[in-house]
């Protein structure tokens, strides 16, 4: 598979949208309240920088994949170290969505069903959908494009009716700068993973054009999920709008449209699900990846159900104590962990810059 820029703008688009704008709104308009924005805006900014120092690393050495030519600019070891935390975060977070999307469908929809089949049936799902490879999951990706665009643009035209815009002038003058730092880190927690792209060199090219579009893909994210923020302030204001845990099914369910624009819960919810169905389904074949790195496996596939099945339980495990839960995934030793794994190129690229700079090679193939 050779995939074209556009087609990884498209996909990037999905993947790094589907957590954020269901789980990031909330956490924010509690800690940060009217000065979300420059949460936002200051995440953007830091997370453009992890995808530049990708893009860095990624043109380095474009013909071989980077879980093999990673060593060669940090060395065997340090490379088989992050390798193995890329595993483990791949694994944990694949078993936050798990148990997030049961949570979700256990108190809206499903009551009455046990936890431990929800969650079986999800991980299933992920697991079949990562052994269907990495052109599958692109191309699902670009089918839901579009489709998500068009969602999201009706839902901002739709309830910006609704909005108290008398709010605005509170945007420019309730600024703690502080706290809007600490919060940006937050934000970058949910949407700064730009270094999983390493993983698909070299079916990925990183020329001129692919740096052009993620950062495109970078700016919607950041752009969309700004938008939702605002939209949740001026529909339910900070106090109740940092109470509620879905705030988009809130704002359709209390939306004074009728018709199919007034039920279109279910057609968000289905495309979110699929969107965070390709999420995992890639995260765990970044997994399978680093694992056979890591364990000299001669074929991944036989890896999924391993990885799957831990993701499983570790969520069986969150669902036995739901508050702990919520409260942990937002604490700052949770988004510090988040942070330092989406800084990965940052190690990488400062490395190979200080070895480029003082005429060492790097790579012994060039």
Known sequence: MRSTSWQTFRFAMIYMISQPIAFLITPLISTSGYQGWISLLLGG??????????????????????????????????????????????????????????LFYGSIYMRETPQWFLQLIIGLVIVITARWGLVSIVYMADGL???TIIGIAIILGLFS????????????????????????????????????????????????KTLRNLLSACLLVTF?????????????????????????????????????????????????TTSMFIHDAFLLYIGTK???????????????????????V????????????LTEMNIPSIVIFWVLVDA?????????????????????NQ
């Open 344 to 364: 990965l190129p940052v190690y990488y690229a400062v490395i190979a810059y200080a070895r480029i700079k003082f005429g060492k090679k790097l790579f012994t």
């Open 161 to 208: 009716a609704n909005a108290d815009f008398q709010m605005f002038p509170a945007l420019w003058t309730h600024h703690k700068m502080g706290m809007a730092l600490r919060d940006s880190f937050t934000a970058v927690s949910w949407f700064g993973e730009w270094f999983v792209f390493l993983f698909i060199v070299p079916h990925l090219k990183f020329g001129p």
């Open 145 to 147: 494009f579009l489709i």
């Open 45 to 102: 900014l830091i997370s453009a920088l992890f995808l530049c120092c990708t893009v860095y690393i990624g043109r380095l050495n474009p013909d071989v994949p980077w879980v093999q030519s990673g060593e060669q600019i940090i060395g065997k070891w340090p490379h088989r170290f992050f390798l193995f935390v890329v595993l483990y975060w791949c694994v944990y977070y694949v078993s936050i969505d798990i148990e997030s999307f049961t």
């Open 290 to 312: 680093c694992a056979a790195e890591l364990f000299k496996f001669q074929t991944r596939k036989a890896i999924l159900p391993l990885l799957g099945g831990t993701a499983v």
């Open 314 to 325: 570790v969520a069986l495990q969150y669902s036995r104590d739901t508050t702990r839960f």
């Open 224 to 272: 969309a999920v700004t938008m939702q923020w605002m939209l949740t302030l001026f529909n339910f204001g900070s106090y109740y709008g940092s109470r509620i845990q879905y705030p988009l099914l809130e704002l359709i369910r209390s939306s004074t449209l009728s018709g199919f624009l007034g039920n279109a819960d279910p057609l968000l919810i289905g495309l979110w």
